[in-house]
């Protein structure tokens, strides 16, 4: 079995049906997201398929950044940030 790595995926899409593709596509792999930016565990096979089928339909002229994170190191806070309250809850929607 593949282990997980931790991948922030974010766009920068002029056009609105380009960003509902990608949001479609990432999405369903995201473990969080804001907007244009998404934070997914994924394999490296389906970061891959991911990436593949987002710059399939992103023009040059558009852009698309996929960057692996430490998931092992501690967070910084800026400004008026704070660490999750409730790191003992899961919650399933």
């Not at 609105?16 to 804001?34: F, I, T």
Request: hydrophobic residues 35%; glycine residues 6%; positive net charge.
């Amino acid at each position: 079995m593949s282990k997980r790595g931790l991948y922030f995926l974010a766009y920068d899409l002029g056009i609105p049906r380009l960003q509902r593709q990608a949001r479609k596509h990432l999405r369903h792999q995201a473990s969080g997201q804001q907007l244009s930016a998404f934070e997914c565990y994924l394999t490296g096979v389906e970061k891959g398929a991911l990436v593949q089928a987002l710059q399939q339909q992103t023009p040059q002229s558009e852009s698309l950044f996929c960057i692996r994170l430490d998931s092992q190191r501690e967070p910084i806070y800026l400004g008026q940030a704070q660490p999750p309250l409730d790191e003992d809850l899961v919650l399933v929607s």
